[in-house]
């Protein structure tokens, strides 16, 4: 489609990060396999990701969440453009404020895209694992930032907070014993997480 296109030249010249091509391709297949029907995303950016996920699982509602407002503005655009609007709730805040709401208006959801601040995966887990239905998946993207999470070499001081948080939220996901987790080392690292 020529919109995905249109997107990633307008990420690309405006500096918005969006998922990879192979990470798309593997979120795209896990997101069909697990039979999403309710989404939530973590980090809309443009719209991109949503837009391929509610393409890829044409049964599917997307909620999805961003702080930026010039992003959300954009990906509301994208989401028009490409005719899914009906299909999306796009929310504009702090995600760690809105989990929270999720939560006490009991939503649930059967897969979870978490690609927000890397520095905040670990304390979102706790409110997506309530959000999430057994059987739900979460999919985590960039858990090696740049090679940095496995690197032995000392952690320049502006990466080192956030580096600090992946490592632990990769050591709390592969103890504990709801999930099912599976680390690939697809691009940037993906962790993929499935609720028993």
Same mark, same amino acid.
């Given at each position: 489609?020529?919109?995905?296109?249109?997107?990633?030249? !307008?990420?690309?010249?405006?500096?918005?990060?969006?998922?990879?091509?192979?990470?798309?391709?593997?979120?795209?297949? &896990?997101?069909?396999? @697990?039979?999403?029907?309710? &989404?939530?995303?973590?980090?809309?950016?443009?719209?991109? /990701?949503?837009?391929?996920?509610?393409?890829?699982?044409?049964?599917?509602?997307?909620?999805?969440?961003?702080?930026?407002?010039? @992003? !959300?503005?954009?990906?509301?655009?994208? +989401?028009?453009?490409?005719?899914? @609007?009906?299909?999306?709730?796009?929310?504009?805040?702090?995600?760690?404020?809105?989990? &929270?709401?999720?939560?006490?208006?009991?939503?649930?959801?059967?897969?979870?895209?978490?690609?927000?601040?890397?520095?905040? !995966?670990?304390?979102?887990? @706790?409110?997506?694992?309530?959000?999430?239905? #057994?059987?739900?998946?979460?999919?985590? =993207?960039?858990? +090696?930032? #740049?090679?940095?999470?496995? /690197?032995?070499?000392?952690?320049?001081?502006?990466?080192?907070? %956030?580096?600090?948080? %992946?490592?632990?939220?990769?050591?709390?996901?592969?103890?504990?014993?709801?999930?099912?987790?599976?680390?690939?080392? &697809?691009? =940037?690292?993906?962790?993929?997480?499935?609720?028993?």
């Amino acid at each position: 489609m020529q919109i995905f296109d249109e997107l990633k030249n !307008y990420a690309k010249a405006n500096k918005v990060p969006i998922i990879r091509d192979e990470s798309a391709d593997f979120l795209l297949e &896990i997101a069909r396999k @697990s039979n999403a029907k309710n &989404i939530l995303e973590i980090g809309t950016a443009i719209g991109y /990701s949503g837009t391929l996920l509610l393409n890829a699982c044409p049964n599917a509602n997307l909620t999805t969440i961003e702080i930026n407002e010039q @992003s !959300y503005k954009k990906a509301i655009k994208t +989401f028009e453009e490409t005719g899914i @609007s009906e299909k999306v709730k796009a929310i504009l805040g702090d995600a760690k404020d809105v989990l &929270i709401q999720l939560v006490e208006e009991k939503k649930q959801f059967d897969f979870i895209f978490m690609d927000g601040p890397k520095g905040q !995966y670990v304390n979102y887990l @706790s409110d997506c694992k309530k959000l999430l239905k #057994h059987g739900g998946v979460i999919f985590a =993207d960039n858990v +090696f930032l #740049h090679g940095l999470v496995n /690197s032995n070499q000392p952690i320049k001081h502006k990466h080192r907070a %956030m580096v600090t948080k %992946m490592r632990k939220f990769l050591e709390v996901i592969q103890n504990d014993a709801e999930l099912e987790v599976t680390i690939f080392n &697809i691009e =940037d690292g993906i962790a993929v997480l499935k609720k028993k």
